[in-house]
Nanobody
Framework: QVQLVESGGGLVQPGGSLRLSCATSGGPFSRYAMSWYRRAPGKERTLVAFITANGDWSNYADPVKGRFTISRDNANNTVYLQMNSLKPEDTAVYYC????????WGQGTQVTVSS
């Protein structure tokens, strides 16, 4: 059974940093691209970052370009999202996702950016 467990969220001041982790199991992690999504209360879930199966290329939504970095460790079946220079508009629940492998989602991890 595919499992996705996000962690690393929390409360941070504007300009601060967080590193999110997504531990995966039960799926072909190393053979698929991975993404991070986020969803603010009352809003639709949106893509924020993407990385290829072997980690050789990544892409980002415009609002996070230059501030967020996605990476992966295939030996540990884990994908990361380093978030720097955080803004209040980054406040959301963050989810990881296996691209092109069904509609599997974890519980997400809450990121709150506030003074």
């Amino acid at each position: 059974q595919v499992q996705l467990v996000e962690s690393g969220g929390g409360l941070v001041q504007p300009g601060g940093s967080l590193r999110l982790s997504c531990a995966t199991s039960g799926g072909p992690f190393s053979r698929y691209a991975m993404s991070w999504y986020r969803r603010a209360p009352g809003k639709e879930r949106t893509l924020v970052a993407f990385i290829t199966a072997n980690g050789d290329w990544s892409n980002y939504a415009d609002p996070v370009k230059g501030r967020f970095t996605i990476s992966r460790d295939n030996a540990n079946n884990t994908v990361y999202l380093q978030m720097n220079s955080l803004k209040p508009e980054d406040t959301a629940v963050y989810y990881c996702h296996i691209n092109g492998y069904g509609d599997y989602w974890g519980q997400g991890t809450q990121v709150t950016v506030s003074s």
